[in-house]
């Protein structure tokens, strides 16, 4: 079993640097048998969202397993449609219930929805005030969005959880994140696997017996960065957090660095007021 590392948080609280992605994954029995395969391999950080409709799978899946609640991190993020002040609380609530706890880690706000955000995200303060959220963030901001938010709060995120990879390395974004002490969380950090055939990152892995994709991952963990890779295959998942038994070199995160092709492959929060 994997050994992860945990980050402290700038509210005092850790998170796991490696979690299992959740996203897309909606078919029961294969989401309990990624979940259990992903817990015998030492993940203990489970990443969901309301939009991914599988909320009451996490729930099902830790309490079948008889898992200690402080024994796992549980990530959540408030639907987009959940973001006016009517809806926030009462949308979270449901969620603790499928998820069948009385608070999470970690809650998030998962897109900069232009006038309802900043509203929402007082929602989240008093949410995480209460007991019933850890720590609290935001998904997909960019530097514009955290610099409006940043100006109407006295909170600041403890996450940032945007799309990053080794194709995408959003260097000022990380810069500005460092800055304001906001940890980024990397979602698709494998670009979805739609570029694996980079002469590069495959030379790397070679060179130290490790897989493509386990070179991607490694890159973004030796950037202090915190990683929610998504799989249903119990292979992968194992493969996916065996990260540990080597490091790469100064030459070949200086190789890496030159990838960069600022390319998304998920939704852009770039051109969003």
């Known amino acids: 079993m994997s050994d992860v590392p ?16 959740l996203w897309k994954n909606t078919d029961e ?8 395969a992903a817990h015998e391999n030492g993940y203990r950080h489970f990443d969901t969202a309301q939009a991914y409709s599988n909320e009451q799978m996490l729930g099902k899946a830790w309490t079948d397993k008889k ?9 959540t993020k408030i639907n987009i449609k959940n ?40 929602e989240l303060v008093k949410i995480q005030k209460n007991g019933q959220a850890k720590s609290i963030g935001v998904s997909n901001y960019t530097v514009r969005h955290l610099k409006e938010l940043l100006k109407i709060t006295d909170i600041v995120p403890a996450i940032n959880q945007v799309e990053l990879h080794v194709f995408l390395q959003q260097p000022d974004l990380i810069d500005y994140c460092r800055s304001k002490n906001i940890q980024i969380e990397a979602y698709s950090p494998i670009a979805q696997a739609k570029i694996l055939d980079n002469p590069v990152i495959q030379k790397i892995a070679d ?59 998920c939704w852009s929060p770039v051109h969003v007021p």
């Open 207 to 265: 060179k130290h017996s490790k897989s493509y994709v386990q070179i991607m991952l490694k890159w973004l963990l030796e950037n202090d960065l915190v990683i929610i890779p998504k799989s249903v295959t119990p292979k992968r998942i194992k493969e996916n957090i065996d990260l540990f038994s080597f490091k790469l070199d100064e030459e070949d995160l200086s190789e890496l660095k030159k990838l960069d092709l600022n390319k998304r492959f």
């Open 6 to 21: 945990s980050i402290k948080l700038n509210d005092n609280n850790k998170i796991p640097q490696i979690g299992l992605g």
């Open 83 to 122: 973001f006016t002040k009517s809806k926030l609380a009462d949308s979270f609530s449901e969620s603790l219930e499928k998820l069948q706890t009385d608070y999470v880690d970690l809650l998030l706000l998962h897109f900069p929805v232009p006038i309802l955000r900043n509203n929402a995200w007082e």
């Open 67 to 75: 898992v200690k609640r402080q024994d796992i991190f549980i990530t």
């Open 29 to 36: 029995a294969e989401f309990i048998n990624a979940f259990n």
